[in-house]
Nanobody, 124 residues
Framework: QVQPVESGGGLVQAGGSLRLSCAAS????????IGWFRQAPGKEREFVAA????????YYVDSVKGRFTISRDNAKNTVYLQMNSLKPEDTAVYYC?????????????????WGQGTQVTVSS
């Protein structure tokens, strides 16, 4: 069992950048695939990006490809989501979640442990 904690959200102008962090104190955090999801008001939670437990495989939703980069530092028990060229439609609460799946899933139902979320607001 792990408890992810997100940080790094905030208000940024369109075209700007933010880096989100997802950290956990448990050493077993490095055994989990990590996914980033987001939820805008009135919309369902959607997949954004994921990374395998080794960091060797990464996955992105088409709308963020080329703009967002997911990475992890297992020595620091932290996963990052670097977000560049932000757009107003990226505005949402961003959540990280942990899964024991060897191949990270796009489905919220495959993730067992969720953080509380961090707000990202992109102004036009």
């Amino acid at each position: 069992q792990v408890q992810p904690v997100e940080s790094g959200g905030g208000l940024v102008q369109a075209g700007g950048s933010l880096r989100l962090s997802c950290a956990a104190s448990e050493r077993t955090f490095s055994n989990y695939a990590i996914g980033w999801f987001r939820q805008a008001p009135g919309k369902e939670r959607e997949f954004v990006a994921a990374i395998s437990w080794t960091g060797g495989s990464t996955y992105y939703v088409d709308s963020v490809k080329g703009r967002f980069t997911i990475s992890r530092d297992n020595a620091k028990n932290t996963v990052y989501l670097q977000m560049n060229s932000l757009k107003p439609e990226d505005t949402a609460v961003y959540y990280c979640a942990a899964s024991l799946d060897r191949v990270p899933s796009f489905s919220v139902y495959r993730y067992d442990y969720w953080g509380q979320g961090t707000q990202v607001t992109v102004s036009s």
